[in-house]
């Protein structure tokens, strides 16, 4: 924070309420500001505010505030840019006038000093007139002299009077290194409970502080409390907040999709030919979306939307004994029918239940479309048509691809699978979470089904949402299925990727896949290189995927069981009966 103060950028600086100093006021950059618009410097031929162009005044004002790296540099700068000269005139006969001295301000234009009047000074190098003053009054001879030792003298002369009145004084806190402060954050910041990127946890190092946070000021009034409650000197904000930069800790917040290559565009990182490929192929997708739902309207196709929400927390409360502690992770996968009565379920499970892996949305997948959407009595069968994001794990993967085939055939039905834009999967289902989470908002959470039943309280027209609890039993192993061994329309590198996939296509007569790359071009057969053999055999059976619930580890159980204290009685034989390991040590659940 004192480099970004020094270099004129945005940073936090302190405000002193009696004798409690804090560092918690944002401090905006400096920024140039406008020039002397004075009818007296126009016609006066003593300054020379006009003869400044604004290019000019810029110059000044980069060179002061990037080339002068340290508070001396700018103070010499600014001592030698004013002259202080006593006053000539005294206006007062019988009194001494209160103006001893008079300042001549200049500024450079090609090494030659113009005087200019003080506001086109301080305007251009954006400087308070309080600070230029001290920094004058504190010269000799045309160089700063440190303050040190008179505010040294002063701080001592301060302490003295404070320790005058002895019945005043509080308890000092002890003092220690700076070493052990910092050994005492890294500890307070490993007892918080965190969670890992959602979408990029297999490559992203960054970890999410669970709370309830919602800013990095809420998590250093924590720290601030747990100093005083330890009677430990705490850390600057300052500190605080490089140290949680560069530990990667951020606050979790519900995941909203940005597109990369707008924001790049905006910053002239992507040029102008990617850019409008980007824009034509959402506007396709947008185009494709909308014809879509006038079919569905019009009952001649089902049209499914669906996408996973946010991950939600079980217990929710207020009590401060949640910072400190791990919670259990509760998911919901939202599939929306955009028939006109737009029917919508909500499938709901805990991570006892099942991981985020193909298999388990699989599983939610064909069974919605087995209850939902196929309907025996029909002679045809409707085209189901399912939009989503391009989520690997969870929409575009060789496992759902295989079952959906399989599905296919068997219910003789046309099943199509197409892919919103990244940074544009703005989605009809997506309405269905923002609801979920007004209903939810600051109500107290004691138990994964309140999700549910909050769930159903979210919408009464046309109807309720549905809501389903999902069991361990009900997640099958699809990735026994290995008809296609993998949906990459390419081979060689340059060759389009699963990334680059817009829509598959499952047919029952032809019992293959097909794909497009652009959703104005026509379908195009899967490679048959990716098939393991040319027939489909329909016999493979898909065990269930796990033979129990799934442990949590032994510490997140441990935090569970302190959370009761502040949890209704009856509801501790849940969180005493949830599925543990018995060491400290992390390992996988196992599956059969």
């Given at each position: 924070m004192?480099?970004?103060?020094?270099?004129?950028k945005?940073y936090?600086?302190?405000?002193?309420?009696?004798?409690?100093?804090s560092?918690d006021?944002?401090?905006?950059?400096?920024?140039?500001?406008?020039?002397?618009a004075?009818?007296?410097?126009?016609?006066?031929?003593?300054?020379?505010?006009?003869?400044?162009?604004?290019?000019?005044?810029?110059?000044?004002?980069n060179?002061?505030?990037?080339?002068?790296?340290?508070w001396?540099?700018?103070?010499?700068?600014c001592?030698?840019?004013?002259?202080?000269t006593?006053?000539?005139?005294?206006?007062?006969?019988?009194?001494?006038?209160?103006?001893?001295?008079?300042?001549?301000?200049?500024?450079?234009?090609?090494?030659?000093?113009l005087?200019?009047c003080?506001?086109?000074?301080?305007?251009?190098?954006?400087?308070?007139e309080?600070?230029?003053?001290?920094?004058?009054?504190?010269?000799?001879?045309?160089?700063?002299?440190?303050?040190?030792?008179?505010?040294?003298?002063?701080?001592?002369?301060?302490?003295?009077?404070?320790?005058?009145?002895?019945?005043?004084?509080?308890?000092?806190?002890?003092?220690v290194?700076v070493?052990v402060r910092?050994?005492?954050?890294i500890?307070?910041f490993g007892?918080?409970?965190?969670?890992?990127?959602?979408?990029?946890?297999?490559?992203?190092?960054?970890?999410?502080?669970?709370?309830?946070?919602n800013?990095?000021?809420?998590?250093?009034d924590?720290?601030?409390?747990?100093?005083?409650?330890?009677?430990?000197?705490?850390?600057?904000?300052?500190f605080?907040?490089r140290?949680?930069t560069?530990?990667k800790?951020?606050?979790y917040q519900?995941?909203?999709?940005?597109?990369d290559?707008?924001?790049?565009?905006?910053v002239?990182?992507?040029?102008?030919e990617?850019?409008?490929?980007?824009i034509?192929?959402?506007?396709q997708?947008r185009e494709?979306?909308k014809?879509?739902?006038?079919?569905?309207?019009?009952?001649?196709k089902?049209?499914?939307?669906m996408?996973?929400?946010a991950?939600?927390l079980c217990?929710?409360?207020?009590?401060?004994?949640?910072?400190?502690s791990?919670?259990?992770?509760?998911?919901?996968?939202?599939?929306?029918?955009?028939?006109?009565?737009?029917?919508?379920?909500?499938?709901?499970w805990?991570?006892?239940?099942?991981?985020?892996?193909?298999?388990?949305?699989?599983?939610?997948?064909?069974?919605?479309?087995?209850?939902q959407?196929?309907?025996?009595?029909?002679n045809?069968?409707?085209?189901?048509?399912?939009?989503s994001?391009?989520?690997?794990?969870?929409n575009r993967?060789t496992?759902?691809?295989?079952?959906?085939?399989k599905f296919?055939?068997?219910?003789?039905?046309?099943?199509e699978?197409?892919?919103?834009?990244?940074?544009h999967t703005?989605m009809?289902?997506?309405?269905?979470?923002?609801?979920i989470?007004?209903t939810?908002?600051?109500?107290?959470i004691?138990?994964?089904?309140?999700?549910?039943?909050?769930?159903?309280?979210?919408?009464?027209?046309p109807?309720p949402?549905?809501?389903?609890?999902?069991?361990?039993?009900?997640?099958?192993?699809?990735?026994?299925?290995n008809?296609?061994?993998?949906?990459?329309p390419?081979?060689?590198?340059?060759?389009?990727?699963?990334?680059?996939?817009?829509?598959?296509k499952?047919?029952?007569?032809t019992?293959?896949?097909?794909?497009k790359i652009?959703?104005?071009?026509?379908?195009?057969?899967?490679?048959?290189?990716?098939?393991?053999?040319k027939?489909i055999?329909?016999?493979?059976n898909?065990?269930c995927?796990?033979?129990?619930?799934?442990?949590i580890?032994?510490?997140?159980w441990?935090?569970?069981?302190?959370l009761?204290?502040?949890?209704?009685?009856?509801v501790?034989?849940?969180?005493d009966?949830?599925?543990?390991?018995?060491?400290?040590k992390e390992?996988?659940?196992?599956?059969?």
């Amino acid at each position: 924070m004192q480099q970004n103060r020094l270099l004129g950028k945005a940073y936090i600086g302190f405000q002193r309420q009696g004798k409690k100093v804090s560092q918690d006021v944002n401090k905006d950059e400096r920024k140039m500001k406008p020039t002397c618009a004075s009818t007296f410097c126009n016609k006066s031929k003593n300054r020379y505010c006009d003869n400044f162009s604004k290019s000019e005044r810029s110059e000044l004002f980069n060179h002061f505030w990037n080339n002068c790296t340290s508070w001396a540099e700018k103070k010499t700068f600014c001592v030698n840019m004013i002259t202080k000269t006593e006053t000539k005139r005294i206006m007062t006969e019988n009194e001494k006038s209160r103006r001893d001295y008079s300042y001549t301000y200049h500024l450079k234009k090609e090494d030659i000093s113009l005087p200019v009047c003080k506001k086109m000074f301080l305007n251009t190098l954006c400087l308070n007139e309080w600070m230029v003053r001290n920094w004058i009054n504190s010269s000799i001879n045309g160089l700063p002299q440190s303050t040190k030792n008179i505010k040294k003298n002063n701080l001592q002369n301060n302490l003295n009077l404070e320790f005058d009145n002895e019945e005043e004084i509080e308890e000092p806190i002890p003092r220690v290194s700076v070493s052990v402060r910092h050994n005492h954050l890294i500890s307070w910041f490993g007892s918080l409970p965190k969670m890992p990127s959602h979408y990029c946890r297999k490559r992203s190092e960054r970890l999410y502080l669970e709370g309830p946070f919602n800013s990095k000021q809420e998590v250093y009034d924590v720290y601030l409390l747990k100093c005083k409650e330890e009677n430990m000197k705490p850390l600057s904000r300052s500190f605080f907040s490089r140290f949680m930069t560069q530990k990667k800790f951020s606050i979790y917040q519900p995941r909203k999709d940005l597109c990369d290559t707008c924001s790049s565009y905006k910053v002239k990182q992507v040029n102008e030919e990617n850019y409008e490929l980007h824009i034509a192929q959402k506007n396709q997708a947008r185009e494709e979306l909308k014809v879509d739902t006038l079919d569905a309207v019009a009952f001649k196709k089902i049209v499914l939307t669906m996408d996973l929400q946010a991950v939600k927390l079980c217990p929710a409360l207020n009590a401060s004994a949640l910072y400190y502690s791990m919670k259990l992770k509760v998911h919901n996968f939202t599939v929306y029918n955009l028939e006109p009565n737009h029917p919508c379920s909500n499938y709901w499970w805990d991570e006892s239940q099942g991981e985020l892996e193909a298999s388990v949305f699989t599983s939610i997948i064909l069974n919605h479309i087995k209850q939902q959407c196929i309907d025996e009595t029909q002679n045809k069968k409707k085209d189901i048509i399912i939009y989503s994001d391009g989520c690997g794990y969870q929409n575009r993967n060789t496992v759902l691809s295989n079952a959906l085939l399989k599905f296919s055939i068997e219910n003789n039905v046309i099943i199509e699978q197409k892919f919103l834009v990244k940074g544009h999967t703005q989605m009809p289902c997506d309405s269905v979470h923002s609801s979920i989470e007004r209903t939810i908002k600051n109500k107290e959470i004691y138990l994964p089904s309140d999700y549910m039943k909050l769930t159903k309280l979210a919408r009464k027209n046309p109807s309720p949402y549905e809501s389903h609890s999902v069991n361990y039993s009900d997640f099958y192993d699809y990735k026994k299925l290995n008809y296609y061994k993998s949906i990459r329309p390419g081979r060689s590198k340059g060759d389009p990727e699963v990334r680059n996939i817009r829509a598959l296509k499952y047919d029952p007569t032809t019992k293959k896949i097909y794909y497009k790359i652009n959703f104005e071009h026509e379908y195009t057969e899967l490679p048959q290189y990716h098939r393991t053999k040319k027939t489909i055999d329909l016999s493979i059976n898909t065990p269930c995927l796990y033979n129990s619930r799934i442990p949590i580890t032994l510490s997140k159980w441990i935090d569970l069981q302190k959370l009761k204290t502040v949890l209704p009685t009856d509801v501790h034989d849940y969180y005493d009966n949830i599925p543990h390991l018995k060491t400290y040590k992390e390992r996988k659940c196992d599956k059969i």
